[in-house]
């Protein structure tokens, strides 16, 4: 579905990605894991198209799609849930949500998303009318997670959502982003929290300082010792 090839990035003089390359099959949950700093979120604006890669492809169902405004890559079906969520905090939990949905023109299909997104969260229905940055911690990633599901992504990219949550929400979250993903997303996960991350995914990348060095099923890489030793505090 997602196939990066050899994705180059730099802020200036700074190197942030040297080569990446990794593909996201359809249907599943690809991690991206790795520690501060390893590149994580510059991958992820680059395939939203936040980001212009220096050179390299990000082929979307078999279209380089690496060239595309933001607006080309929501309408072609892939949608961004931002690192530390970035809500609209002096919008309503439907504002946000409505934003979320901009590019949609029809009134019906708008009052659809929304109704798809409350009957997941509950606690956004009963929240309807309350500003954004009122929000807890979590129920703002929730509201994150529900705007970019306005959309109707065919592929989610998840940047971090476990960030700054009480461990139970944590476990929440996660197990969202799998109810998400078995209802027929992708998902592309990035993440540091390494455990809780391979414990959803099928295959798994990681990432050090703009390179992949490590690639397999979730499975492989939670039982490999460098990663055990690195990431999941063994
Ligand atoms: P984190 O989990 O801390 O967000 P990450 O793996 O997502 O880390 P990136 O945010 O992609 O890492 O950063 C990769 C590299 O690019 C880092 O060295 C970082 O300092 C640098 N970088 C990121 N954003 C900018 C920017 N706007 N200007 C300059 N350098 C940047």
Redesign the pocket.
């Known amino acids: 579905m997602l196939c990066v090839e050899n994705l180059h990035?730099?802020?200036?003089t700074?190197?942030?990605?040297s080569g990446i390359s990794f593909q996201v099959n359809e249907g599943e949950i690809v991690a991206l894991i790795?520690?501060?700093?390893?590149?994580?979120?510059?991958?992820?604006?680059n395939i939203s198209g936040l980001l212009h890669p220096q050179s390299g492809l990000i082929k979307y169902q078999g279209v380089d799609i690496s060239k595309l405004p933001p607006h080309k890559v929501v309408e072609a079906g892939i949608s961004l849930v931002p690192?530390g969520r970035r809500v609209f905090s002096r919008m309503t939990v439907l504002e946000n949500l409505v934003m979320g949905a901009y590019l949609k023109k029809s009134r019906v299909e708008i009052k659809e998303s929304i109704e798809r997104v409350f009957d997941r969260f509950t606690r956004l229905k009963e929240r309807r009318n309350q500003l954004a940055g009122t929000l807890s911690g979590g129920e703002q990633q929730m509201l994150a997670i529900g705007r970019a599901l306005m959309s109707k992504p065919k592929l989610l990219l998840m940047?971090?959502p476990s960030?700054g949550l009480a461990p139970m929400l944590v476990q929440e979250i996660f197990s969202i982003a799998k109810e998400i993903n078995q209802s027929g997303t992708t998902i592309l996960l990035?993440e540091?929290n390494a455990y809780m991350a391979l414990s959803i995914a099928q295959h798994a990348y990681v990432?050090e300082?703009?390179a992949i060095v490590l690639q397999g099923t979730a499975e492989e890489i939670a039982n490999n010792p460098e990663v055990k030793k690195a990431y999941l505090g063994e």
């Open positions: 990035y730099s802020y200036g700074i190197n942030a990605l790795g520690a501060n700093g390893a590149g994580k979120s510059t991958t992820l604006l690192e940047d971090e960030m990035v540091q990432l300082t703009g």
